[in-house]
Nanobody
Framework: QVQPVESGGGLVQPGGSLRLSCAAS????????MGWYRQAPGKQRGLVAT???????NYADSVKSRFTISRDNAKNTVYLQMNSLKPEDTAVYYC?????????WGQGTQVTVSS
């Protein structure tokens, strides 16, 4: 199994950018579908973006054209580049690794968009 560990969160002004990283320890990282999810206070956790083992990507409508998910299998890492950030992007961002019906979550990283 893999253990995802997120990093890169922080405070950013509206219109700014951040890049989140998720390093996943464990074997066979390239076989896992990876995803970013987020949870704002008082709301359910929801999909932000996913990338399959083959590199196909999927995005929530609210982040399309602003966020980009990518992976580097040599580094066992998946990234989320976030541009044109809005206050409504404020949330805890979680990384998920999934393979053969099993999913593994990281501990999350806080992203706050505020002036």
């Amino acid at each position: 199994q893999v253990q995802p560990v997120e990093s890169g969160g922080g405070l950013v002004q509206p219109g700014g950018s951040l890049r989140l990283s998720c390093a996943a320890s464990g074997p066979f990282f390239s076989r896992y579908a990876m995803g970013w999810y987020r949870q704002a206070p008082g709301k359910q956790r929801g999909l932000v973006a996913t990338i399959t083992s083959g590199g196909s990507t999927n995005y929530a409508d609210s982040v399309k054209s602003r966020f980009t998910i990518s992976r580097d299998n040599a580094k066992n890492t998946v990234y989320l580049q976030m541009n044109s950030l809005k206050p409504e992007d404020t949330a805890v961002y979680y990384c998920n690794a999934e393979s053969q019906g099993f999913g593994f979550w990281g501990q999350g990283t806080q992203v706050t968009v505020s002036s």
